[in-house]
Each structure stands twice: as structure tokens, then as C-alpha cells.
């Protein structure tokens, strides 16, 4: 009997049959994610996604490099285009909105209303290399996070980052500057693997 608490992961052989505009090597989705709008979701070698994560993309393009993990219950709405590059992680439980309902008051809201009626803000989303995002963070549309830029978990990030900083709060602020030393690491990962 297959134990329902387990559902286990898709690899890259059955994905690339499923539509993906492209999948890698050693890729690895936990059956329980939904994922929409696949002809637009491209996915790189060596990515991990986790249970319960969703990645709506039958508007915007998803680009996901390689060497990327993105945790259980993350949210990836991609109304406009959302990218991560290489070595970028998501923790558990963030959300990228590459589009947003003006909440001011001047127009109606939510998806039911026909789009005359609606004032929305979408923007692309792009996270640089070797940016992690900590758990229960939310991305706002037209974000840039440069690369080697951290993100403290339950932290709101409305505005683009600078590289190799650390960051944390609502709204976000940089807390100081994020060592390089991963860069190291990264040759000798590659150098090993022969890329």
C-alpha cells in the first residue's frame, strides 16, 4: 500500500514528459505541488521543490536555475516574469508576487472582477545568484535582489536589494554585509562536477 502521508518527488525523466518548456538533470518535485501553466516554466539542473509549494505561471515566464532549492509551501504567482538564478533557496513558506491588486481604494479587487474594473501592478521578479530567502518572506512585484543577498525570515520586500547584504524586516533593511566566502565553495563544486 503507498503510505498517503508520502507522497515522494517526480524526477526529471517523467517531468520532461509532462510539458515543461524545460527541465534538467537531477530535478526533483514533490508530487503534492501544483504547478500551472507548464509551457512557461523552465527548470535547471540539480533543483529540488518541495511538498505543498504552488508556481502559477499561465501568464509570466518561470526560469529556474540550477543548484536551486525552493521549500514546502512556497508560493511563486508569476503573472509577470519570475527568475532565480543559480543557487538561489527559498525556506519554507515564501511567496513572489509578480502582481498586485491596488488596495487604495480606487478600483475593485480580486480575480472575479472583469479586468476594466481592476487596477493591477505587475513587474518582473528577479533573484540574483546565491540569494536565499528566509521562511515566511513575501516578494513584491518589480523586486531585484542582487546576487549573494540574504533575506531574513517573515520579512516583506517591497523595493530591489544590493548585492551581498544582509536584510530582515518590515519593510526590509539592510542589517550589514554578507560574506563571499560561498564563492569558494561554489568553484570547487563545480570544478568537481567537471561544469
Not at 539542473?45 to 509549494?53: F, Q, S
Not at 517573515?154 to 544582509?166: R, T
Amino acid at each position: 500500500m503507498e503510505n498517503p502521508f508520502d507522497a515522494g518527488y517526480y524526477h526529471s525523466e517523467e517531468l520532461r514528459t509532462f510539458g515543461f518548456a524545460e527541465v534538467g538533470d537531477d530535478v526533483m518535485i514533490a508530487r503534492n505541488c501544483t504547478i500551472i501553466g507548464l509551457p512557461n516554466i523552465s527548470i535547471g539542473h540539480n533543483v529540488r521543490i518541495d511538498g505543498g509549494t504552488t508556481i502559477a505561471a499561465a501568464r509570466g515566464r518561470c526560469s529556474i536555475g540550477s543548484f536551486i532549492h525552493i521549500g514546502g509551501g512556497c508560493h511563486l504567482a508569476c503573472v509577470s516574469d519570475v527568475t532565480l538564478e543559480d543557487f538561489t533557496g527559498l525556506s519554507q513558506g515564501v511567496k513572489l508576487y509578480s502582481a498586485s491588486d491596488d488596495y487604495s481604494g480606487r478600483s475593485l479587487t480580486n480575480p472575479t472582477i472583469p479586468p476594466e474594473f481592476q487596477t493591477i501592478h505587475s513587474a518582473p521578479i528577479r533573484l540574483g545568484r546565491h540569494v536565499i530567502i528566509g521562511s515566511g518572506s513575501v516578494i513584491l512585484p518589480g523586486v531585484h535582489i542582487g546576487e549573494g543577498s540574504s533575506v531574513g525570515a517573515l520579512s516583506l520586500v517591497g523595493k530591489s536589494l544590493d548585492p551581498w547584504g544582509i536584510y530582515s524586516g518590515i519593510p526590509v533593511r539592510r542589517v550589514k554585509d554578507r560574506r563571499k566566502d560561498l564563492l569558494a565553495s561554489e568553484a570547487q563544486l563545480l570544478q568537481s562536477r567537471g561544469l
